[in-house]
């Protein structure tokens, strides 16, 4: 489904947990980190896509978050022209994306990777609220820019330009190890 400028409506997420950390996907058998993100289907809202999303790629439910924002307006990427899919080249620009701001109020022990038959990532970490300007590819670091920028009015205050002074990334959590608080025998 895209709009009559080649755009194809889709929902951004921005999951933080207590810390004001961002959870980050390693994308399955690539080496290419990101949000959570996904398409509106026809006769969705973005928020109820927002959620059909969280399940499928991260596994949490309504009840493991609490919707804190969400940006006002569309934000839009173009997607290199080598990237899109010979059929569609001519009329696929690329995303226009509402942005979600979500807090972790369940446990990181509820983040599953494994959700669906199709998962989205194969691996996790918690960021610093800055650090995906610095990995995320670059055709999507502007609209990052924008909804992180946008966005961190509500936890810090203010809107403000992207800081600088962050910590290092945690170390990834793979999806076949067992995530924090999970007991080795759990899946």
């Given at each position: ?153 509500h936890l810090f205050g203010r809107e403000h330009p992207r800081q ?24």
């Open positions: 489904m895209l709009d009559k400028e080649g755009y194809r409506p889709n929902v951004g997420i921005i999951l933080v947990n207590q810390r004001d950390e961002v959870f980050w996907g390693k994308r399955i058998r690539e080496h290419s980190w990101q949000f959570p993100q996904g398409g509106i289907k026809r006769g969705e809202t973005p928020e109820q896509a927002m959620y059909r999303e969280l399940h499928e790629e991260v596994g949490l439910l309504p009840e493991h978050v609490r919707i804190i924002g969400r940006t006002r307006d569309w934000l839009r990427y173009d997607v290199p022209q080598n990237w899109v899919r010979r059929e569609f080249r001519g009329h696929y620009r690329g995303q226009k994306q509402i942005w979600f701001l979500l807090r972790l109020v369940g446990q990181d022990s509820d983040v599953s990777l494994r959700a669906t038959e199709q998962p989205e990532f194969d691996a996790w970490r918690w960021n610093d609220f800055w650090i995906p300007l610095e990995t995320v590819i670059e055709f999507k670091r502007h609209v990052y820019e924008q909804a992180l920028n946008e966005l961190s009015r600088r002074d962050h910590r290092p990334p945690s170390p990834p959590l793979d999806a076949t190890q067992p995530e924090p608080g999970a007991s080795a025998g759990k899946a």
